[in-house]
């Protein structure tokens, strides 16, 4: 308490640990504070930014991570207003979508909820259910008239990639499992999974609905049906309508924003600090020591902007029941390839790109049609085309060298879009535990870590993808939330001396 008093007027200091998009907006939110405490960021790579990246090919420089965000979120359309930059956003010149599916590309329904139909028309036009499928599928009309469906039913189960269904808490469910128990393995395998799996890069059989889809997890227990209550959420679930894009990102890449904070950030003076890697952290008396290689850190606050795994590691030996609940959280690797064609040696459709479901047993599973979504890209002749592969639970391409990764891409692609010949370029990035998974019962996981960051000596918060949601909005959100809490734990401190 001594210690404490005798800081009482001195500016305090808050490490954030982790330059990547989750701990620069920590950084920019403590930087906003009046008074300003004194900010500390420590990344251990040699640049800032994360999975924010840029790269070159056939003189282009496209985004190798993430290549835009979701515009409705306000957290990142927000900041790149504060940071001056908003003027540079740009939408995609291109919209809708298709998935690989029954021996061909088929357009995605245009009622969607996120990846759940909410008419069984516009399902049963898009030819991308069977027969069978579409009859399942209807059942879901008859609401609370019609059987009521087990927890998992047979077809999901017996159809599903990966380990089974994890079965529904009292306050929460797996989505695949309520998809498929009112609309079929199907609707599940083919929309389901692509579409909100393919976002976490992870199976919708074992992923949390009260995480990645609350409103699916509310509409499974009114009555009409999923589908009709999907299409009319309750009044609190509902998205207000906005004349604004889906997407949005900066002309020049995702990286521009990862650019303008660190300007920023170095014009309020915060001391950004790359190729730096923090060892562990200890609580030193209500205050953090941060080890370095050959050198410490002292804060009196501290966020956290590493991935769950890394972070259990930092916090062992200080707060061990908290890594204990950070360690469990898995994730998955992915690799992401931008290719370069010849236009005149392919075949593109109008859209931005298609989804590959798990059951076609492909290594891909996706394709952006690069050059048409993003209409500044174009040059004529020339086609840029991004692919992805890599699920949780599908390591397959980890065990490929990239020239071998390539070519298994381009040679599932060539019968889709009609590939005469290879890419003229191509830059492959592959990135290792890239994905957290959100596993039934995730949201009471993050709400048992929160609370034992709460109840420690000295003032500590969590940032990043791991929490409440892998998007670039939600990560930016994170950030500015974690710091907002450390620097509320600083500021009640204080007044209780």
Request: charged share 20%; net charge neutral; glycine share 12%.
């Amino acid at each position: 308490m001594q210690a404490a008093r005798a800081r009482k007027d001195v500016t305090p200091t808050v490490a954030v640990v982790g330059g990547g998009i989750s701990g620069l907006a920590a950084a920019w939110e403590l930087s906003s504070y009046k008074p300003k405490p004194r900010v500390v960021l420590l990344e251990a790579d040699r640049r800032l930014g994360g999975k924010i990246r840029s790269g070159t090919i056939a003189g282009h420089q496209v985004d190798l991570g993430p290549d835009a965000f979701v515009a409705r979120r306000e957290e990142a359309t927000s900041l790149c207003r504060e940071l001056g930059i908003d003027d540079e956003l740009v939408s995609p010149g291109a919209l809708g979508a298709f998935v690989w599916a029954r021996g061909r590309l088929r357009p995605l329904p245009g009622s969607l909820a996120v990846g759940v139909p909410t008419r069984l028309g516009d399902l049963a036009r898009s030819g991308i259910l069977g027969p069978a499928g579409v009859l399942r599928a209807s059942l879901d009309l008859l609401g609370p008239l019609g059987p009521r469906w087990p927890a998992c039913s047979p077809d999901v189960a017996l159809g599903s990639e990966g380990p089974g269904f994890v079965s529904a808490s009292s306050d929460d469910c797996a989505v695949g499992e309520i998809v498929g128990s009112r609309l079929g393995g199907q609707v599940v395998r083919r929309l389901a999974d692509p579409l909100i799996g393919g976002i976490h890069a992870g199976p919708v059989s074992t992923m949390s609905a009260g995480a990645v889809f609350p409103s699916l997890l509310h509409a499974r227990n009114r009555p009409g049906g999923l589908m009709r209550a999907l299409r009319n959420p309750e009044p609190d679930e509902r998205v207000r309508p906005t004349p604004a894009p889906v997407f949005l990102a900066p002309r020049s890449g995702m990286e521009r924003i990862v650019e303008a904070l660190a300007e920023k950030l170095g014009e309020r003076d915060v001391d950004l600090r790359t190729n730096v890697e923090v060892m562990n952290v200890e609580d030193a008396g209500g205050r953090w020591t941060l080890g370095l290689r050959g050198a410490t850190v002292d804060a009196d606050g501290l966020v956290l902007a590493v991935p769950a795994s890394r972070c259990a590691d930092l916090v062992n030996g200080s707060l061990p029941e908290l890594s204990k609940l950070l360690a469990p959280i898995e994730y998955s690797s992915v690799a992401l390839a931008t290719m370069a064609f010849d236009e005149s040696t392919l075949r593109l459709l109008d859209g931005t790109g298609f989804l590959v479901p798990a059951e076609q047993g492909a290594i891909l599973t996706a394709c952006t049609w690069m050059t048409s979504k993003w209409p500044h890209l174009r040059r004529p002749g020339e086609v840029l085309i991004r692919t992805s592969c890599g699920r949780f639970g599908d390591d397959r391409f980890s065990r490929l060298s990239d020239d071998h990764l390539v070519q298994r891409m381009v040679d599932e692609l060539r019968p889709v879009l009609g590939l005469q010949n290879g890419p003229t370029d191509v830059n492959l990035t592959r990135w290792n535990e890239a994905f957290p998974q959100y596993r039934v019962g995730h949201p009471r996981l993050v709400q048992a870590i929160e609370h034992l960051c709460r109840e420690g000596s000295a003032p500590v918060s969590l940032a990043g993808a791991a929490y409440h949601g892998v998007g670039i909005p939600a990560c930016i959100g994170s950030g500015r939330r974690a710091a907002s809490a450390v620097m509320e734990r600083l500021r009640n401190d204080q007044a209780l001396l």
